[in-house]
């Protein structure tokens, strides 16, 4: 075992006694660790960002810095041209927010900002403020066919009418429970009657609350019913459109979750504070119900849903852990005869709902149905008069439920017509479009193929889509439009990379931020039709100093892996090939996302430094592992009950790659990422430590069940249903099987992925006399780094790790010992 100086650890601690030699001005030629890590602002640039548009499509707004000031701007430049101008402070507040909701006539948006309610004419351009108070009002929206504005306050749905300037309170949802009348017993009911019977003037005081508590009986129904929720809270009240019905829903928050604490120790007030976190996967969750009132009976239901398709259907790897059945008592015992009599009533899966969500003309209403263990979801019509619900679409997936475009909000799904409903589905193993008829449940496929459907939204006349996908390549993302009907893919924009469209609001100029997979985004200009030609850039954001050295545009490659699957990567040879040389493998983090593709990574100062790696000497592989996105559900699933699996396999398979086609020595192969490139790296070195002989850890996860609940639920379920799952995906479990030299880097006030976790490695790998490891601590950082001293001392020490075990040594006799 390893431990850094004293002095290191003051360095990481203290970044501003460490003294860093500051790069030449100008050139990068040769690429160094202190060069590629310093603040991207200050020599790289700053990209554009947070694109909108103004509401007459005139101008357009976006973030960026070209001043190179520690914060981004707003910025403005007009769609036909010119030079962008910083938008003023005063200006930005006379700006409409880029959320809000428009009428079905596009003619009027209401908006919230700084807790009050906003309406804009898109006509005349004039604002109207709908609330001023010292309470915050949200989510507005229109109601009743657009003739009312409907907002939130304190869990309370209110109602404003334009034309009046009426403001009304449609629901009094109170906490706690409805008081009842005191219980009388008998002798209390006798003695009040007594009472009553002898005295008059206790007669004629019964007789006036008898008379007030009518008259108040009448004024309550002028006003909203009073609900009493409990300890619920509400969430999400709406006005049906023909104001009859408040839909809502019921949350009830967990009453014993222990929530985690970060320490800080590097403070203002010199002392360490504590740093409120976040749950372990398998703590108790909130639970939900849809909630509706209906105001022409003055009373609330709560609506049910145990008669969904397949809610008692449990999942498939519960069967791994049932004990073996016994032998059924012969037919004639009374044993058999009880056990015919029981009725044994299925366990049902607890549900989350989403919506309603209307159609445009008021008469149907369409649920979205997700079961609290994401392995269905449910599209099903609500008749919120009867309560009845009508299943439309269930897609299952004994995994879990995810893919693009695959949610649970207006962005995902909405509907085509009156009739049909629109949206996305794995069904075909690619995530692609759908409309389902809601009277006559015919469903319909409007794209198909190995590709997927990243972004979906329906022109405002309902009869073109338009689309984002990566139809042409995996590794590529271009804009399309396509008949609300189906039909052909049309492309539009025709650059190799990504682009990222947001059109304008009279649809016919886009907005695209742009890049290649050795050009940072910029922003471009191009018309939304056919045959557009060629975009026109608005922004150029990088430096001359970043463009003095000719970035590679790494390859991208595919290979079988063991299973057959095709594997995309980066490619990334040296610039000196030399036989038997070293290679580094990259593994990129999770929460689904992709890397090996063509345009340019949010891993920027990874890509750098592999361009460092491969000036001196190393070839790099940065492998689209299973469990990445933008390769269909088979890939995205691969990870199943097993982290450490197939996605580890795929950087096996990566490494004969390297060994047989790219001339790398078997025995001068490293590997490094960060969080789950961290947490595979770990996986690497305990599990296959003849393949790997160096390796760098990063932030990474070292037991899942430690792990946070909304991402290690999906894939490992719950660590008390699924033992067996947690125990072959967590390294601290292998940590036995270190043979390689192995760093670990990890910032303690990581809020994401705790310093807990790698604290435990270290005294499981001191307890098991592990000598070859070294924990590099930074006592400022969270998960994502942000100091530019913390990022170059953890480079250096990856470069130092692999020149010591992956080069040769002075004598030439292959990597050291």
Known sequence: MRFLSCLGLLLVAFPALAQTPAAPAGSLTPLTVEKIMRDQAQWLGTSPSGISWSQDSQQIYFNWNPEKNRRDSLYQISAAGGTPRKVSAAAQRALPTTEGRYDTKYTRKVYERDGDIYLLDLKTQRTRRVTNTAERETDPGFAQQGKLIAYTRAQNLYTWDPATGETAQRTDFRRGFKPGSPLLDQSDRFLRAEQRALFE???????????????????????????????????????SPDGRFVTYTLVQEPTTTKSTVVPSFVTASGFTEDLASRTKVGAPQSTYELGIYDIARDTTFTQSFRELKGLDEQPAYRKEYQLPAKAPPPADSSKATAARKQKVTPETRPVRPYGPFWSEDGQRSLLVVRSADNKDRWLVTLDPATQKITLLDRQRDEAWINGP???????????????????????TGYSHLYTVDAVSSQKKALTSGKFEIQNAQLSRDKKTWYLTANANHPGELHFYHMRAEGGPLQQITSLVGANEVTVSPDEKLLA???????????????????????????????????????????????????????????????????????????????????????????????????????????????????????????????????????????QLDGAKLLISKYGVSARRIGIYGGSYGGFITLMAMFTQPDVFRAGAALRSVTDWAHYNHGYTDNILNEPYNDSLAYARSSPINYAAGLKGALLMCHGMVDTNVHFQDIVRLSQRLIELKKENWELAVYPVEDHGFVEPSSWTDEYRRILKLFEANLKPDQTGNGAKN
């Open 201 to 239: 003037v206790l007669r004629q005081r019964d007789q006036d609350q008898k008379a007030r508590e009518k008259q108040q009986r009448a004024l309550a129904r002028l006003r909203p019913k009073a609900i009493y929720i409990g300890q619920q809270t509400v969430r999400d009240p709406q006005l």
């Open 512 to 650: 695209v931020r742009y890049s290649s997979s050795n050009s940072p985004w910029e922003l471009y200009v191009l018309p939304n039709k056919l045959k557009a030609g060629a975009m026109r850039q608005l922004t150029h954001s990088t430096t001359p100093e970043f463009e003095s050295y000719p970035w590679r545009k790494p390859e991208i490659i595919s290979f079988k892996a063991q299973d057959g699957t095709d594997v995309y990567a980066r490619l990334y040879r040296p610039t000196t090939p030399q036989a038997q040389g070293p290679a580094v493998i990259f593994v990129h983090g999770a929460g689904y996302l992709q890397n090996a593709h063509k345009w340019w990574s949010q891993y920027s100062r990874e890509y750098m430094f592999h361009n460092l790696l491969a000036d001196n000497g190393y070839t790099v592989l940065d492998i689209d592992y299973r469990g990445s996105a933008g390769y269909g559900r088979n890939v995205r699933t691969g990870i199943y009950r097993h982290m450490g699996g197939l996605d580890l396999q795929d």
């Open 405 to 427: 475009g695959i949610g649970y909000d207006e962005g995902n799904v909405g509907w085509l017509d009156n009739r049909r409903i629109w949206f996305h589905s794995e069904e």
